[in-house]
C-alpha cells in the first residue's frame, strides 16, 4: 500500500509538471505556478473587530489564533475567518504593553552614553530580492531588492549611535519558504559572533501605501510592522522582546511601529529569544520612506537591548539585564515543559497500552537509564541464547516485556530495525 | 554587565536539554547502542563549529560537519546496514521523493508577495521537512531509518539542486552552506524528527490495529516478536513490531 502511495504522489508530481506544457484554464498547477496576481487586492486580508473597525491588513492568509498587538496595546485574536476578511477578537488591553510604554513615557532622555559593548546586533534578509516599485521599479530584484538599501540604513543608524553590527548580505534567493531553510545558515553564522539579538529586515506585500506612510518626527516615513512567528516553541519570549521595542520605539518616534502580528511561521525565532521579523513598509511605499522609518526605529534597539547600561530608576530593565523579569521565557518554558511531558505521556500510554504498563515502565525509568550511564555496565554474554536466558526466569505470563532484564536484551537484540 | 536573564537562560538550557534528549532517543532507535547515540550527539555539537569548505565551484559552497558530514554519514551507515538490496532501495527512493515534495511545497507552493511566508504557508519549512520526510519513509519502508534517510539525503538533494539553481540563474552572488546552522541545522532537526514521527505513527497504527500483524511475515520475525519462553504462545500485542519497540522508556521524552 506505501509504494502504491508513492507512486501516485510520483505519477501526480509527473503529470503536474507534464500539464504545464498546455494552457489549462484552472488546474491544480495554478497552485504551484508562480502567482502574477499576488498583489491584487483580493489577496489581501483585512482584520475587522467585531464591530467592523478595521485593525490591521495582512498580504498573508490569515488563520484563526493569530495575534495582533496594536501601537496602543489592544491584543486582538482573529476568531474567524470570511472570505478575505477576518474577525478578531478584543481580549483586552496586553498589560505588559501598557506596563512598558508608561515607564517607558517616563524616561525623559535616553541615555546618550554608550556602556561598554561586546557584542553585536546581527542583521540579515532572507527575501534578499524585496523591493519597493516607486523607487526601485519592481517589488523583487533578484539577488539585489531593494532591501539592501533599508538594510544598511539600519545598519549605518545603529552604528553611528555607538553599536556594533554584523550585517550579513548573502542573498537566499528565491523568494519562497525555503529561504527560511537556506537564511538559517547565515542566521547560525551570525549567531558565532554572539550577538545580543538578530533582526531579519523584510518588507510586506500589502497594496496601499497609505496602511504603512505617516508622517513622524517630521519626516515622511514608512512605519514597520513586527512579526513574530507562532510555529516556534519560545515564542513567548520573542513576543516579550518584540513589545519592548514596540513600547520603546513608540515613545521615542510615535508611532513608528505599527503593530506587532503573530502569524504561522517560525522564521527562524527559534534560533534566539531576541529573534525578530521587521517588516519595513511595504512594496508600494518609496524605498525613502522605508530607510527613514526604519533608521527613527534603529533608535530605540540600543536602549531595549541594554547597550546604553543599565536602565534609570523606575524604567523597565532592558532584556540583557540579568536581573530583569523576563515573563514571555517563563511563560514559553512552561510551554515546553507542559508540552513534552503532555507528548510523552501520551506517547508512554499508547506504546503501553494501559495505565499501569505505562506505570510500570516509568517506574523502572529511572534507575534503569540513569544505571546505563552512570554505573559500569555488565557485560553482555555474547553466545547465550535468547531461549537459555529466558530459562532463567520463569516465563511472566502477560508482564510488560519491558519490565524484565531479560526479556529487555531480547528486545534490545530483536529492535535491529 | 549584559547577558540573558535567568528566565531567558533557563528556557534555552531546558530547550537544548530536551532537543539533545530527544535527539539520543531517535538515535537510539536505529543500529546504535546508547553510547553509539550519545557518541554521534557529541560530534553533532564539536561538528556544528566545524565547516569545511569545497573549493572548485562559482559560489562559495561548504560543509559544516555537525549539520552535514555527521547526518550524512549516519545515513550511509544505515544503508550499508539495511538488511536487503530492497529496503535500501525504498530508503533511497524516499530520500528522492522527499526531495522533490519539499521542493514543490516550499519553492513552488509557499512563495510570493505574501509575506512574511509566501502564500498558502500553513507550516514553517523547519517543521514542513520532517513532516515530509517521516511521512515518506514510514510509506516507503514503515521504518524510521528510512524516514531518516529520507530526512537527511532528501534535503542534501536539495542543497545540491540549489547550487545548479544559483550556476543556472548567473546569480551575482550566493553561498550554498550544506548543514550551515550545525546541530541546529534543518537536516539534522529533520532527520530527528522524521525518526519520531516515524515511531508515533507506528505506534498508533500498531496500537489501533491490536498489535503488530502476524500475517505474511516471515517465521524468523514471528518468532523474535514472542517474548522469550513463551515460543508456543501467540505474539504478545506489546512486541516490538516493525515500528513499534518502544522499550526503555524512551516514551518519556
Redesign the interface.
Known amino acids: 500500500m506505501g509504494i502504491g502511495l508513492l507512486l501516485a504522489g510520483i505519477s501526480l508530481l509527473v503529470g503536474l509538471s507534464a500539464s504545464r506544457l498546455s494552457q489549462p484554464v484552472w488546474s491544480l498547477t495554478s497552485f504551484f505556478k508562480e502567482a502574477e496576481n499576488d498583489h491584487q487586492v483580493g489577496n489581501i486580508y483585512t482584520v475587522k473587530d467585531e464591530q467592523g473597525r478595521v485593525i490591521s491588513q495582512v498580504s498573508r492568509r490569515v488563520t484563526v489564533g493569530d495575534e495582533i498587538f496594536t501601537a496602543e496595546g489592544r491584543h486582538y485574536r482573529v476568531v474567524r475567518i470570511q472570505g478575505n476578511t477576518a474577525y478578531a477578537r478584543f481580549t483586552g488591553m496586553d498589560r505588559d504593553l501598557l506596563a512598558y510604554s508608561e515607564f517607558y513615557s517616563r524616561l525623559e532622555v535616553p541615555v546618550a552614553k554608550m556602556a561598554r559593548n561586546p557584542r553585536p546586533v546581527a542583521i540579515y534578509h532572507t527575501h534578499s530580492d524585496e523591493s519597493y516599485v516607486p523607487t526601485d521599479g519592481s517589488e523583487s530584484i533578484p539577488f539585489k531588492g531593494g532591501i539592501y538599501q533599508v538594510g544598511q540604513s539600519l545598519v549605518n543608524r545603529l552604528k553611528s549611535g555607538g553599536v556594533r553590527v554584523d550585517y550579513d548580505k548573502t542573498p537566499h534567493d528565491p523568494h519562497d519558504d525555503n529561504a527560511y531553510y537556506r537564511s538559517r545558515r547565515t542566521a547560525v553564522r551570525l549567531m558565532q559572533n554572539n550577538p545580543i539579538a538578530l533582526l531579519d529586515v523584510h518588507r510586506d506585500g500589502v497594496p496601499d501605501p497609505t496602511y504603512y506612510r505617516r508622517t513622524i518626527s517630521q519626516q515622511d516615513v514608512a512605519q514597520a510592522r513586527l512579526v513574530v512567528g507562532r510555529e516556534n516553541p519560545r515564542m513567548q519570549s520573542n513576543l516579550d522582546f518584540a513589545k519592548r521595542l514596540m513600547a520603546y520605539a513608540n515613545s521615542v518616534h510615535k508611532p513608528i511601529v505599527k503593530e506587532i502580528f503573530t502569524a504561522q511561521g517560525n522564521y527562524n525565532q527559534d534560533l534566539m529569544p531576541t529573534a525578530l521579523l521587521i517588516e519595513a513598509g511595504t512594496h508600494t511605499n518609496s524605498r525613502d520612506e522605508a530607510e527613514r522609518g526604519i533608521a527613527l526605529l534603529a533608535d530605540a534597539v540600543p536602549v531595549v537591548l541594554g547597550l546604553t547600561g543599565p536602565a534609570p530608576e523606575g524604567a523597565p530593565k532592558p532584556i540583557t539585564d540579568r536581573t530583569a523579569g523576563t515573563p514571555g521565557s517563563w511563560k514559553a518554558l512552561g510551554w515546553i515543559i507542559a508540552l513534552t511531558l503532555l507528548g510523552g505521556g501520551a506517547f508512554l500510554l499508547i506504546s503501553a497500552g494501559n495505565w499501569n504498563r505505562a506505570k510500570s515502565r516509568l517506574d523502572h525509568f529511572f534507575g534503569r537509564e540513569f544505571t546505563s550511564f552512570f554505573a559500569p555496565r555488565r557485560a553482555r554474554k555474547p553466545g547465550l541464547d535468547t531461549a537459555e536466558k529466558a530459562t532463567s526466569t520463569p516465563a511472566p505470563g502477560n508482564e510488560d516485556p519491558d519490565a524484565s532484564k531479560v526479556a529487555r536484551d531480547h528486545l534490545e537484540r530483536i529492535r535491529q530495525d | 554587565?549584559?547577558?540573558?536573564?535567568?528566565?531567558?537562560t533557563?528556557?534555552?538550557v531546558?530547550?537544548l536539554l530536551?532537543f539533545f534528549g530527544l535527539a539520543h532517543r531517535a538515535l537510539d532507535?536505529m543500529?546504535l547502542t546508547?553510547r553509539g547515540a550519545?557518541a554521534v550527539i557529541v560530534a553533532l555539537i564539536i561538528g556544528s563549529?566545524i565547516s569545511i569548505p569545497i573549493p572548485g565551484g562559482r559560489y562559495p559552497v561548504s560543509i559544516n560537519v555537525g549539520g552535514g558530514l555527521v547526518p550524512l554519514g549516519l545515513a550511509i551507515y544505515l544503508l550499508a546496514r539495511a538488511?536487503t538490496a530492497a529496503e535500501r532501495l525504498?530508503a533511497l527512493?524516499?530520500a528522492g521523493?522527499t526531495a522533490?515534495?519539499?521542493?514543490?511545497?516550499?519553492?513552488?507552493?509557499?512563495?510570493?508577495?505574501?509575506?512574511?511566508?509566501?502564500?498558502?504557508?500553513?507550516?514553517?519549512?523547519?517543521?514542513?521537512?520532517p513532516l515530509v520526510a517521516g511521512v515518506?519513509g514510514?510509506?516507503?519502508?514503515?521504518?524510521?531509518?528510512a524516514a531518516f534517510v529520507s530526512a537527511t539525503l532528501g534535503?542534501l538533494a536539495?542543497d545540491v539542486g540549489?547550487y545548479f539553481?544559483l550556476v543556472s540563474?548567473g546569480?551575482?552572488?550566493?553561498?550554498v552552506?550544506i548543514?550551515?546552522?550545525?546541530a541546529?541545522?534543518?537536516i539534522v532537526m529533520g532527520g530527528i524528527l522524521a525518526v519520531l514521527l516515524a515511531e508515533?505513527v507506528g505506534?498508533?497504527r500498531e496500537?489501533l490495529q491490536g498489535g503488530p500483524s502476524e500475517k505474511g511475515r516471515p517465521e524468523a520475525l514471528l518468532k523474535?516478536?514472542r517474548?522469550?519462553?513463551?515460543?508456543t504462545g501467540t505474539a504478545?500485542?506489546?512486541?516490538?513490531g516493525?515500528g513499534?519497540?518502544?522499550?526503555?522508556?524512551g516514551?518519556?521524552?
Request: proline share 5%.
Open positions: 554587565m549584559t547577558g540573558f536573564p535567568v528566565g531567558i533557563a528556557l534555552i531546558v530547550s530536551i532507535r543500529r546508547d550519545l563549529f538488511g525504498r527512493f524516499g521523493v522533490l515534495v519539499v521542493y514543490a511545497v516550499g519553492s513552488l507552493v509557499m512563495r510570493g508577495l505574501p509575506e512574511p511566508g509566501g502564500r498558502y504557508e500553513i507550516l514553517d519549512a523547519l517543521w514542513l521537512y515518506m514510514y510509506l516507503a519502508g514503515r521504518s524510521r531509518r534535503l536539495l540549489y539553481w540563474r546569480a551575482p552572488a550566493g553561498r552552506a548543514g550551515g546552522a550545525g541546529f541545522d534543518a508515533v505506534e498508533v496500537r523474535a516478536l517474548k522469550p519462553g513463551l515460543d504478545d500485542q506489546d512486541g516490538a516493525e513499534s519497540e518502544t522499550g526503555k522508556g516514551s518519556l521524552q
